[in-house]
């Protein structure tokens, strides 16, 4: 396939312009072409036996031909116009839609908030004899991914697809770029695999079929696979510390203390 058949999109008004001037151009020559015509027929006679009608007709079309150049030039320009507007219009969507998803992770706990959530949480599921269950998500942008607004939305498209998913009592949090927290109170672990396909099937779904991100999850739980809330937060600290981040810092809590020494 040659260049012509691929043209750049980058490049479409500039085409869609050049293209004009070439139907415009062409209708002036053939217009002009038939109007030498047709002033050869109609004044071939002599000028007396020249037919009003005949010159009437010939005024008509010398007087529409202008007209109807002028008004697809209007056109055009109007056209132009029209795709510029629409094309604003688009970027000012995909800037609003850009600044939701970077809201809406602004808006999302941090770490400090999980600690505090998981203490609790501890405290009460440890006294009514119930689990805990922690679901960590990662997710990492494709390799064409690479400008700042693209991963920021990337993220925060993950993000929505797996809030959508929660349960009312569930909570999300944003430990850091592209790694997701989900403490699902009262679920097994049985419960928070299903739970997981439901999150991986919304992310799969969201990354579309160009698959604009990947990601990997894992699932933690209190008492199956952690005896504590320490060790819970053990488990997000070691997925931060393989993509390179230190400031995840387990911190033990007072209330936590308590409940693990009276256990």
């Known amino acids: 396939m040659t260049k012509v058949d691929r043209p750049d999109p980058r490049s479409l008004d500039q085409r869609t312009g050049q293209l004009w001037v070439l139907a415009l151009t062409t209708i002036l020559v053939l217009a002009t072409g038939l109007a030498l015509l047709m002033y050869v027929v109609v004044f071939s006679k002599p000028v007396g036996k020249v037919g009003h009608t005949n010159i009437v007709l010939f005024l008509g079309y010398c007087v529409l031909v202008p007209l109807t150049i002028a008004y697809l030039y209007d056109r055009s320009l109007l056209i132009r116009r029209l795709r510029r507007a629409i094309s604003e219009e688009k970027e000012q969507i995909m800037y609003l839609q850009r600044e939701i998803r970077e809201n809406f992770l602004e808006m999302l706990p941090g770490v400090a908030h999980f600690q505090d959530r998981l203490a609790m949480e501890y405290r009460r599921a440890s006294r009514a004899n119930q689990p805990i269950s922690l679901l960590i998500v990662g997710v990492k942008p494709s390799t064409g991914v690479d400008a700042p607004s693209d991963v920021t939305a990337v993220f925060g498209d993950a993000a929505k697809a797996l809030a959508r998913k929660l349960r009312g009592e569930d909570s999300i949090y944003y430990f850091e770029d592209g790694v997701f927290g989900i403490l699902l109170p009262t679920v097994p672990t049985t419960m928070a695999h299903r739970v997981m396909k439901n999150l991986q099937d919304s992310l799969q779904e969201t990354a579309?079929?160009?698959?604009?991100?990947?990601?990997?999850?894992?699932?933690?739980?209190?008492?199956?696979?952690?005896?504590?809330?320490?060790?819970?937060?053990?488990?997000?600290?070691?997925?931060?510390?393989?993509?390179?981040?230190k400031a995840f810092q387990p911190q033990r809590t007072e209330s936590t203390a308590k409940v693990t020494q009276s256990s």
């Open 208 to 245: 579309g079929p160009d698959s604009r991100f990947t990601f990997d999850s894992q699932v933690t739980n209190y008492p199956e696979n952690a005896a504590s809330a320490r060790e819970m937060e053990q488990a997000v600290r070691a997925v931060l510390l393989r993509r390179g981040n």
